[in-house]
């Protein structure tokens, strides 16, 4: 069965800071990578999506993520954070037929 | 466009008590899915409707779960009896189809409270 794996419960950056999540999965073939965001009181907004092609993938908000194939891992980056960006981030990955499968989540919070 | 509507946003029971949540898809939209978020952790498919079929329900709990989207629009996810461990946040989303690309728009989702 597929596994996602965020590393990382909490983590706390400065405003204007560079910042990386962590994400490794566990998957067969090729999958498909999804990296999602929830504020407080909200449904998920999805940031960004991987399905095959240019590794490097360019999201909203000034998001942008990595494939490795070689790492199991789809980390996201975002090279200066903004307090908005203050939420929980879930990595996930598509199963067959659209299911996903999600990650615990890391919690961003961002310090003036 | 509207986005995916649930209601209530909140709801407070006792355990062994019955509560209903409702759900709106996205005009269009085929495929209907509920998620189970417990604090701490990832949303968790419990159900997951093609037009008014159901493709998966692996993981629903169907002793006391139950799930329908009549006329493949509108779905209610129902819990009876509730335990304490059904505290959660319950979300819904749709997608256009089934094919593993597609995105998922997710409604605000609802917070039970299981007392």
């Given at each position: 069965a597929q596994s996602v794996t965020q590393p990382d419960i909490h983590i706390t950056v400065s405003e204007g800071a560079s910042l990386e999540l962590r994400c490794n999965y566990s998957y067969g073939a090729t999958p498909y990578l999804f990296w999602y965001?929830?504020?407080?009181?909200?449904?998920?907004?999805?940031?960004?999506?991987?399905?095959?092609?240019?590794?490097?993938?360019?999201?909203?908000?000034?998001?942008?993520?990595?494939?490795?194939?070689?790492?199991?891992?789809?980390n996201l980056r975002k090279p200066s954070v903004h307090w908005s960006d203050a939420a929980e981030y879930f990595c996930a990955v598509s199963e067959y037929g659209n299911k996903l499968v999600f990650g615990a989540g890391t919690i961003l919070r961002v310090k003036s | 466009?509207?986005?995916?509507?649930?209601?209530?946003?909140?709801?407070?029971?006792?355990?062994?008590?019955?509560?209903?949540?409702?759900?709106?898809?996205?005009?269009?939209?085929?495929?209907?899915?509920?998620?189970?978020?417990?604090?701490?952790?990832?949303p968790k498919l419990l159900i997951q409707f093609q037009n008014n079929g159901v493709v998966d329900d692996s993981q629903l709990p169907k002793d006391r779960f139950s799930a329908e989207r009549l006329k493949g629009v509108d779905s209610t996810l129902k819990i009876q009896p509730a335990k304490l461990e059904d505290s959660a946040v319950y979300l819904c989303a749709s997608s256009l189809v089934t094919s593993g690309r597609d995105e998922q728009f997710f409604g605000p989702g609802t917070r039970l409270t299981v007392l």
């Amino acid at each position: 069965a597929q596994s996602v794996t965020q590393p990382d419960i909490h983590i706390t950056v400065s405003e204007g800071a560079s910042l990386e999540l962590r994400c490794n999965y566990s998957y067969g073939a090729t999958p498909y990578l999804f990296w999602y965001v929830q504020s407080p009181g909200q449904g998920l907004q999805l940031l960004l999506k991987y399905f095959s092609g240019d590794t490097l993938v360019q999201g909203i908000k000034g998001f942008e993520a990595e494939f490795k194939r070689s790492q199991s891992s789809f980390n996201l980056r975002k090279p200066s954070v903004h307090w908005s960006d203050a939420a929980e981030y879930f990595c996930a990955v598509s199963e067959y037929g659209n299911k996903l499968v999600f990650g615990a989540g890391t919690i961003l919070r961002v310090k003036s | 466009e509207a986005g995916v509507a649930q209601s209530p946003r909140y709801k407070i029971i006792e355990k062994r008590q019955s509560v209903a949540f409702w759900c709106n898809p996205i005009s269009g939209h085929a495929t209907l899915y509920w998620y189970q978020q417990i604090l701490g952790q990832g949303p968790k498919l419990l159900i997951q409707f093609q037009n008014n079929g159901v493709v998966d329900d692996s993981q629903l709990p169907k002793d006391r779960f139950s799930a329908e989207r009549l006329k493949g629009v509108d779905s209610t996810l129902k819990i009876q009896p509730a335990k304490l461990e059904d505290s959660a946040v319950y979300l819904c989303a749709s997608s256009l189809v089934t094919s593993g690309r597609d995105e998922q728009f997710f409604g605000p989702g609802t917070r039970l409270t299981v007392l």
